[in-house]
């Protein structure tokens, strides 16, 4: 079990104490993440997670951003076909710096965009930032093992992997 908190303001708006509110956040759900934490902000986006290491434990911790910074995303959960996915896109000419299945998910938005979703078999709860695009995807696994929950506010949408955010 891994928590993220964070939202997104669609305006650019973001100021230094909302930084401060997603720290804090994110260190009410440490229980979700005891091993490691990590933050991402930009003017668009404030993301903050909770690791429990499973795999790859010498891995950063997320969010994950691609090489441009174009894409930032956290993912809870477990991709189970994330090794044949990997391989095909090892294929198409994609390095990876972790054994990680996030990475995974990270490099499969970019070479297939909203179609990964349909190749992804596991248990997750995802959040990813499309920069270029101004787009916040947040997706599930169809049974909803893995919870995600939002609010929108204004131009803001604010997300979590729990309620205690």
């Known amino acids: 079990m891994c ?3 964070g939202f997104v303001d669609f305006d650019g708006n973001i100021r ?4 401060n509110e997603v720290i804090e956040g994110t260190n009410r759900i440490q229980y979700r993440g ?3 934490s990590g933050y991402f902000s930009d003017n668009f986006i404030q993301i903050g997670f909770r690791r429990l290491s499973i795999i790859d434990l010498s891995a950063s911790s997320q969010p994950f951003t691609n090489l441009t910074r ?3 995303m956290v993912c809870n959960g477990e991709i189970y076909n994330y090794m ?3 391989k095909e896109l090892q ?3 994609y390095t990876f710096f972790s054994k990680t299945d996030t990475e995974v998910v990270l490099h499969g938005y970019e070479e297939w965009g909203h179609e990964l979703w349909e190749k ?3 248990i997750f709860a995802i959040v990813l930032w499309d920069a270029e695009k101004k787009e916040l995807i947040l997706i ?3 049974l909803g093992v893995k919870p995600i929950h939002y609010l929108k506010m204004g131009k803001r949408i604010y997300f979590s992997s729990d309620y205690n955010s």
Do not use: M, S
């Not at 230094?16 to 930084?19: A, G």
């Open 3 to 5: 928590g993220f908190f």
């Open 16 to 19: 230094d104490v909302d930084k």
């Open 34 to 36: 005891p091993d490691d």
């Open 70 to 72: 174009t894409i930032t």
């Open 84 to 86: 044949e996915l990997k």
């Open 91 to 93: 294929l198409k000419g």
């Open 120 to 122: 992804l078999n596991g």
């Open 140 to 142: 599930r696994d169809q």
